[in-house]
């Protein structure tokens, strides 16, 4: 090989060096901004976890038969009272309230769940469980 061609790969292999560290440099400090953002999140996130376990605590201390639904009338949440009046368990989570039993003596529950969802008003009724004891609800 010639001297020249020598010095211009030589050239050439700094200048590609020089790309690579300044490649390096720039990842170094997208690296250092994502481990920020990524910091933030999960202070966030323990925020967030937080919030849901005073409502949730809230919620169960309130003794109080309380269902939460997806828009497609899906088990979203409950506390442990409406266990005894809806048969559900943690595992009915993301269930549709059609396929699942419950101890209410009411025909249309689906559709009247259905009612206050697209309404967003409230509904007062009085009903009974089937061993006969009256309950009161409001949806």
Not at 57 to 81: C, G, H, Q, Y
Not at 114 to 125: G, M, N
């Amino acid at each position: 090989m010639s001297n020249e061609k020598l010095i211009w790969t030589n050239e050439a292999l700094q200048s590609a060096n020089e790309e690579i560290e300044s490649s390096g440099e720039e990842l170094h400090s997208l690296n250092e901004d994502l481990n920020t953002v990524n910091a933030e999140l999960q202070n966030k996130n323990e925020a967030l976890s937080e919030a849901y376990l005073s409502i949730t605590n809230a919620l169960n201390s309130t003794k109080i038969a309380i269902m939460f639904w997806n828009n497609d009338l899906s088990v979203k949440r409950f506390t442990p009272e409406s266990a005894g009046l809806i048969n559900l368990i943690e595992t009915d989570m993301g269930r549709p309230i059609s396929h699942i039993s419950h101890n209410l003596v009411i025909d249309d529950l689906p559709q009247r769940i259905k009612s206050v969802a697209d309404t967003l008003s409230a509904v007062e009724d009085e009903f009974q469980t089937g061993t006969g004891a009256g309950t009161g609800c409001a949806s």
